[in-house]
C-alpha cells in the first residue's frame, strides 16, 4: 500500500520544474546542458538540477506538446538537441507563472500577517 | 504535431533511444569540461561525473540489465538503517527512461492504430468489390466507349473520376458526422492531449482526411478499373464476351465476403477481450467501498510537529459532529492514489507490512471489512496497538489467531487488536498488500489527509471549513473528492481503450454484414436463370433460398476460421492491455464465432429469400 504523500509531493516537485524549464527557455532555444547550467546559475546556485529529472521532465513536455527538440551545432561545433517552447508550451507558462504568482502572493500575506 | 510525433515515434524506437544516448552522453561530456575548467584532471572529473550520473556506466560494465540495477539499487538501500517516518523500502523498480516516458502512449497509439487500420482496410475491400460489381455492369458502355476511340487508359481515368467524386462526398460527410461527435469520440480516446492544445477538426485534419480518402478509393478502385477496361473490341464485335471472372476476380463477391468477415473478426475478438477484461476488472473485490469515501485535504500553516500533533486528533473529533458525516478519520494513506515506488515489490519476494498511520474512524470510513477483532478507538490513544490486513496476519501467524499477539513494526512492539479484509490499495490491478495500521504520527513534510465516509446527503463544505478553522491554528482546506473520482482514475484508461475499440469491431461486424448481404442480393440477381430452372425442376423455395445463402455464408465461414486464427496470432500484442484474461480467451473466440455466424446467417438469408419469389418462366423469357 502506498503513501499519499509520496505521490503528491513528486506531482507538485514536477510541475515546479516544469515551469522553470519553461521560464528558462522562454529566451530561445536551448540544449539540456544548458536549461541546466542557465536554472543553477539564474537561481545563485540553490537550485541543482538533477539530470535524473531534467531529461525525463523535457520528454514529457515534449510528448504533451509543449516543447519541440531538434539536433543542431553548438558554439563549439558539437551535435546536441535543443529544445525550444511552441505554442501550447507559451500558453502553459503563462498559465502556470500566473498560478504561482497568486500562490506565492498569498503565501507572503499569510506570513506577513 | 504532438500525435504525429508519437505515432513517428512508434517506428523509431531504436533511432530514438540512440538519439537519449547521444544526449546523454553529449551531456555528460559539457559536464566533465565544467569540472576541468575548475582544474580537476580529466580522469578524476570523468569519475565524478559519472558518479553524480547514477553511475549508469559502472553499473553497465559490470553486466547489469536494467532490471539488475534495480535490484543491486534495492540491495543496497535495503543496507540502509530504516527510516522509522518512512518505513522500509518494499522495492525499487528501475525502467529505462525511454518506457518511463513512451509506453503507455505508445499502447494506446499501436491499438487505436491498429484499430482503425483494420477498418480502413474494411471499407477498401467493400469499397473494391462495390466497383467492380458497378463496373461489370457497365461493361456494355465501356466496350461502346472503347469502340468510340477511348484508349484503356482514359477508361480506367473515367473510373477513376468516378471513385474520385464518391471518395470527395464520402469524406465530407464523415467530416461533418466527425466534427459533430467529436467530444464523444475524444471522450473514448486514450490518449493524453496536451492541456492547451484542445483537438479540433481545422483545416489541415480536414484536408488529410480528404487526401487519405481519395488515396484509398483509388487503390481500391485501381485494379477493378483496369481489369475492366480491358476490352478487346474485336472479341466484342465477334460476340465473344471476354470472361473476366478469372484469377483473383472469378469470385470476386466471395472473395470480399472472406476478407471482410475476417477482418471483423480480428475486430470483434480483440473488441471482446478487453471487454472481458474490463468486465474483470469491475468484478474485483477491492476489500474497501470507494464509492462511499471522499477525501479531504486539511493543512496548518504552521509545519510545526507538535503542533499538526494536536490537530489532526482535534479536527476528527469536531467533523464528528459535523452533519452529515458518517465516519471520519485521518491517515497518511489515500487509496487509489498511490506512487509506484512504495508499492513495487520483487516478484516472489515475501512483503514486509506496510505502516499505515490512521486515526480512528479511517478504517470505518473506507469501509474496511473486519475480519477478527475490532478497529482502532479513541480509548487506544497512542497505545502501541495495530490493525492487520489479513494477509499481513497470514505472514506473521499463519493460521493461528492474530488478535492478542504481538508484532514488531518498525521495531517497535505492538499488540493486535484487530483483523480487516485485504485492500487493493492501488485499485484493481494491484495485488492485496500486507498492511499494518497503526496510530497515525502526523509527518512534517506531508499533512495526512481526512477521509471521511457521508450519511445522506453528506456534508457541505461550509460546514467542513468552519470546523477545520474551529481549532485554532490557521488552515488551508482544499477541495472535497469523491473516492470515485479516484477510482475512475485507475480504470478510466482501460475504460476508454474498450470503448473504442468496441466501437471499431461494431462499426467493422456492420460493414462486414452490410457487404455479405450485398453478396447475397447480387446473387439472386445473377443466378436469377439457374434458380428459375431449379424451381422449374421442382425445387422448393426453401431449398432455392438455402443454395443462395450457402453459396454466401461459405466464404463468411472461411473468413471466421481465418479471423479467429489471425486474432489468436495479434492477441498477445494485447496482453498489456488485459486484465485477468488470456490472449487467446476461448470464451471470447467462441462468442465472437457464434455472433459472426448468427449475424452472417441473418445477413445472407434476408435477400436470399427473393430468391423464393423467382417466376420461372418469366426469369427464362428475360
Redesign the interface.
Known amino acids: 500500500m502506498a503513501k499519499r504523500g509520496a505521490g503528491t509531493n513528486s506531482d507538485q516537485l514536477h510541475g515546479t520544474l516544469d515551469m522553470l524549464v519553461l521560464k528558462t527557455l522562454h529566451h530561445g532555444p536551448m540544449h539540456g546542458y544548458a536549461i541546466a547550467l542557465r536554472l543553477e546559475q539564474l537561481s545563485n546556485e540553490v537550485l541543482q538540477v538533477e539530470e535524473g529529472s531534467l531529461y525525463p521532465a523535457l520528454y514529457r513536455m515534449e510528448a504533451r506538446g509543449a516543447l519541440s527538440s531538434e539536433w543542431g551545432v553548438t558554439d563549439t561545433g558539437r551535435r546536441a538537441r535543443f529544445y525550444k517552447l511552441t505554442k501550447a508550451g507559451k500558453a502553459q507558462l503563462a498559465d502556470e507563472t500566473q498560478s504561482w504568482a497568486r500562490i506565492t502572493a498569498a503565501v507572503q500575506s499569510v506570513l506577513e500577517s | 504535431?504532438?500525435l504525429l510525433?508519437?505515432i513517428r515515434a512508434l517506428f523509431r524506437r531504436d533511432a530514438i533511444a540512440d538519439?537519449?544516448r547521444?544526449?546523454?552522453a553529449?551531456?555528460l561530456?559539457?559536464?566533465i569540461e565544467e569540472w576541468q575548467r575548475r582544474g580537476v584532471g580529466r580522469s578524476e572529473a570523468e569519475r565524478q561525473v559519472h558518479r553524480r550520473?547514477?553511475n549508469v556506466a559502472t553499473l553497465r560494465d559490470k553486466g547489469y540489465d536494467i532490471r539488475g540495477a534495480g535490484q543491486a539499487l534495492e540491495a543496497a538501500v535495503r543496507a540502509l538503517p530504516v527510516d522509522d517516518r518512512?518505513g522500509p523500502v518494499t522495492g525499487i523498480v528501475a525502467t529505462p527512461?525511454y518506457g518511463?516516458?513512451?509506453e503507455s502512449?505508445t499502447d494506446a497509439l499501436m491499438l487505436v492504430g491498429a484499430g482503425i487500420g483494420l477498418l480502413v482496410i474494411l471499407v477498401g475491400v467493400n469499397v473494391s468489390g462495390l466497383v467492380f460489381a458497378e463496373g461489370a455492369s457497365r461493361r456494355q458502355e465501356l466496350a461502346v466507349r472503347a469502340s468510340l476511340g477511348a484508349g484503356r487508359g482514359r477508361l480506367v481515368r473515367q473510373q477513376l473520376t468516378d471513385a474520385t467524386v464518391l471518395a470527395v462526398a464520402a469524406s465530407v460527410l464523415g467530416l461533418v458526422l466527425a466534427v459533430l461527435s467529436l467530444d464523444a469520440l475524444l471522450a473514448i480516446l486514450p490518449l493524453?492531449?496536451?492541456?492547451?492544445?484542445a483537438p479540433a477538426i481545422d483545416l489541415r485534419t480536414g484536408g488529410l482526411t480528404l487526401l487519405c480518402g481519395i488515396g484509398v478509393a483509388w487503390i481500391v478502385a485501381a485494379g477493378p478499373a483496369w481489369r475492366l477496361s480491358g476490352i478487346n473490341l474485336r472479341e466484342w464485335i465477334d460476340g465473344r464476351i471476354p470472361d473476366l471472372r478469372r484469377g483473383w476476380f472469378r469470385r470476386p463477391g466471395q472473395i470480399v465476403v472472406f476478407a471482410q468477415v475476417a477482418l471483423a473478426v480480428v475486430l470483434l475478438a480483440g473488441g471482446g477481450l478487453l471487454l472481458r477484461s474490463l468486465n474483470q476488472m469491475l468484478q474485483v473485490d477491492l476489500g474497501f467501498d470507494p464509492e462511499a469515501v471522499q477525501v479531504l485535504e486539511v493543512a496548518p500553516?504552521d509545519p510545526a510537529p507538535e503542533v499538526w500533533a494536536a490537530y489532526y486528533p482535534a479536527l476528527v473529533e469536531r467533523l464528528q459532529a459535523v452533519p452529515g458525516v458518517h465516519a471520519v478519520g485521518a491517515s497518511?494513506?489515500?487509496p487509489m492514489?498511490?506512487?509506484?515506488?512504495?508499492?513495487a515489490t520483487m516478484p516472489g519476494e515475501p512483503e514486509p507490512p506496510?505502516p499505515?498511520g490512521v486515526t480512528p474512524g479511517v478504517l470505518e470510513a473506507v469501509g474496511a471489512r473486519i475480519v477478527d477483532g475490532r478497529l482502532l478507538s479513541w480509548g487506544d490513544a497512542r497505545l502501541p496497538v495495530a490493525v492487520l490486513s489479513a494477509s499481513a496476519a497470514r505472514a506473521f501467524f499463519g493460521t493461528a489467531t492474530a488478535v492478542g499477539q504481538t508484532v514488531n513494526l518498525s521495531r517497535v512492539p505492538h499488540t493486535v487488536i484487530g483483523v480487516v479484509a485485504d485492500?487493493r490499495?492501488?485499485g484493481p490491478r494491484s495485488r492485496p498488500?500486507a498492511?499494518a495500521y497503526t496510530w497515525l504520527v502526523p509527518?512534517s513534510?506531508?499533512p495526512p489527509?481526512i477521509l471521511l465516509r457521508p450519511d445522506g446527503a453528506g456534508p457541505s463544505i461550509a460546514d467542513l471549513r468552519a470546523a477545520a478553522a474551529s481549532i485554532g491554528p490557521?488552515v488551508i482546506v482544499e477541495r472535497l473528492r469523491p473516492g470515485t473520482a479516484l477510482l475512475d482514475d485507475n480504470v478510466r484508461t482501460p475504460r476508454q481503450r474498450t470503448a473504442l475499440l468496441s466501437l471499431l469491431a461494431a462499426l467493422g461486424l456492420g460493414l462486414a454484414l452490410v457487404g455479405v448481404a450485398g453478396v447475397s442480393a447480387q446473387a439472386v440477381s445473377r443466378r436469377s436463370r439457374e434458380l428459375a430452372v431449379r424451381v422449374a425442376c421442382g425445387a422448393t423455395p426453401g431449398q432455392v433460398v438455402r443454395t443462395v445463402a450457402v453459396g454466401t455464408l461459405t466464404p463468411a465461414l472461411l473468413g471466421l476460421g481465418a479471423g479467429l486464427l489471425a486474432a489468436a496470432y495479434a492477441a498477445p500484442l494485447l496482453e498489456r492491455n488485459l486484465f485477468q484474461v488470456t490472449p487467446t480467451d476461448p470464451y471470447t473466440l467462441i462468442s465472437v464465432g457464434a455472433t459472426v455466424v448468427v449475424a452472417a446467417t441473418v445477413a445472407a438469408w434476408l435477400p436470399a429469400r427473393r430468391a423464393a419469389r423467382i417466376d420461372p418462366v418469366a426469369a427464362l423469357r428475360e
Open positions: 504535431m504532438a510525433r508519437r538519439e537519449i547521444e544526449e546523454m553529449f551531456h561530456e559539457m559536464r550520473f547514477g518512512l527512461l518511463d516516458i513512451m502512449t493524453e492531449f496536451p492541456p492547451h492544445v500553516l497518511d494513506w489515500v492514489a498511490a506512487l509506484k515506488l512504495f508499492a506496510t499505515i485492500m490499495g492501488d498488500e498492511a509527518h513534510f506531508m489527509s490557521r
